[in-house]
């Protein structure tokens, strides 16, 4: 089992650059991310992630949740080696 202890620019990072989300707007500290695929025009997800300094775990869930994450150890694992 990875960390799962993660900032909300580590996230975000991974979130971008690996998982194919574009960062369009920050209302307050909060980064709204949206996610589009190239070729279901169904599958859109938006995700917020807030800028603080550590998550709580419940938050990293709920945005692994948002993101289309199927198992959450997996999804930390993949945000340690992508941020």
Do not use: C
């Not at 900032?7 to 980064?31: I, M, P, Q, Y």
């Not at 419940?58 to 694992?77: K, N």
Request: aromatic share 10%; hydrophobic share 30%.
């Amino acid at each position: 089992m990875g960390r799962r202890t993660f900032s909300g620019k580590e996230v975000v990072k991974a979130l971008v650059n690996a998982g194919g989300f574009e960062w369009r707007r920050t209302t307050g500290d909060h980064a709204q991310l949206y996610y589009e695929h190239p070729t279901n025009e169904e599958d859109q997800r938006r995700v917020t992630v807030p800028l603080h300094d550590e998550l709580r775990t419940g938050t990293l869930r709920t945005i692994a949740d948002s993101a289309g994450a199927q198992d959450f150890d997996e999804f930390s694992a993949w945000i340690d080696r992508n941020s």
